[in-house]
């Protein structure tokens, strides 16, 4: 089998729910970022693998076994729910620990073994304190050392980041980032929210409606999905709708060079926001519009503009490199031609 970790066309019913057909593939070591808008399936597909829930069809490779027919505990597989989901009556100490005893290492590389987790995460002096007096951030990093102490072949995060606050947040993070240089375990982290996708990992796989649309390296997908949804969840403006004359787009208020011909006779054209600039009018400039909005969000402004024929182009700009633009105002807006993706697929 080529890949350390593969599904093959699997299939499951939960509920109402039809997760699959879905494939994916990873390699040894790799961090993969699983994306999708809530109710996708991304919990689901990580059930499946994990064993808590059974496959209907399709298979599991895992290091080169089937493991698609195997319990649970059988599989070598680390999961971490949403929800943590420690052991109310266990130490911190106690839950890092409990995978061991089904592992059947000696006593003393346990006891060195659960001394280097707990100093991993930063959790030695709360080893003996229980689960009801932890925080949020505090509950995840114990549950994610009760997972990786018994060196599982995959590690599976649940929205490892949901309900922790934005400094928890960014710790949380950096957390992830120097286990994973540290002990290379091939994990997928499951998550709705892109900017988590941009920060954790180069690898990405973007999920709707039970199916994988499209895997690669983030800034692959980001820069050029293949899909309308792809490109809307991920990039969220500047999609409109296009006809292709070899490598041009003609929308209703411009004509936008592309970097490469698109496939198909019509579909759409993405500008990525962050790619637009304001120039003055003597300038070369590619669109004219008028200022209806100016947002700060603080890393960066966005500056909506209204086009003719009603259409709207957002602008994604650091403070130091904006012309001023007030609401009304006429602006001149220019691009490369690197900023422009066409998109032909649904």
């Given amino acids: 089998m080529a890949g350390y970790f593969q599904i093959n066309s699997i299939v499951a019913s939960l509920g109402s729910f039809r997760l699959g057909p879905a494939s994916l593939e990873m390699e040894k070591g790799e961090y993969l970022v699983l994306l999708g808008p809530t109710g996708c399936g991304k919990s689901s597909l990580l059930k499946c693998i994990s064993g808590i829930c059974t496959v209907q069809s399709g298979s599991i490779y895992l290091d080169g076994k089937d493991v698609g027919a195997m319990s649970a505990h ?62 949020g951030g505090e509950s995840r990093k114990t549950a994610m050392a009760r997972s990786l102490i018994i060196n599982p072949r995959i590690l599976l995060l649940d929205e490892p980041l949901g309900m922790l606050d934005h400094n928890s947040s960014k710790e949380m993070l950096g957390i992830l980032r120097m286990i994973h240089d540290e002990l290379q375990t091939t994990t997928i982290h499951v998550t709705h929210d892109r900017h988590e996708a941009w920060n954790i990992s180069e690898s990405c796989a973007v999920m709707n409606d039970g199916k994988i649309l499209q895997t690669g390296n983030v800034a692959e997908l980001f820069r050029m999905p293949k899909s309308h949804f792809v490109a809307e969840f991920l990039v969220a403006t500047n999609i409109f709708e296009a006809n292709f004359e070899g490598k041009t787009a003609l929308v209703s208020w411009s004509t936008i060079e592309l970097p490469q011909t698109a496939s198909a006779a019509n579909g759409w054209v993405l500008i990525r926001p962050e790619g637009i600039s304001l120039v003055q009018k003597n300038q070369p400039y590619k669109a004219s519009g008028r200022v209806s909005a100016v947002r700060d969000f603080g890393e960066f402004i966005e500056i909506e503009v209204k086009m003719k024929d009603s259409a709207t182009l957002f602008i994604h700009s650091t403070i130091d490199r904006t012309a001023k633009a007030g609401v009304g105002e006429e602006v001149f807006m220019n691009w490369t031609v690197e900023s422009a993706h066409a998109i032909t697929h649904e």
């Fill in 74 to 135: 059988k599989r070598g597989v680390g999961y971490v729910s949403q929800f943590a989901d420690l052991f109310p009556h266990l130490t911190v100490r106690q839950n890092v620990a409990y995978g061991l005893r089904y592992i059947g290492i000696s006593k003393k590389e346990g006891s060195d073994r659960i001394s280097r987790y707990l100093d991993l995460f930063g959790l030695a002096k709360l080893a003996g304190r229980k689960p009801a007096t932890l925080s």
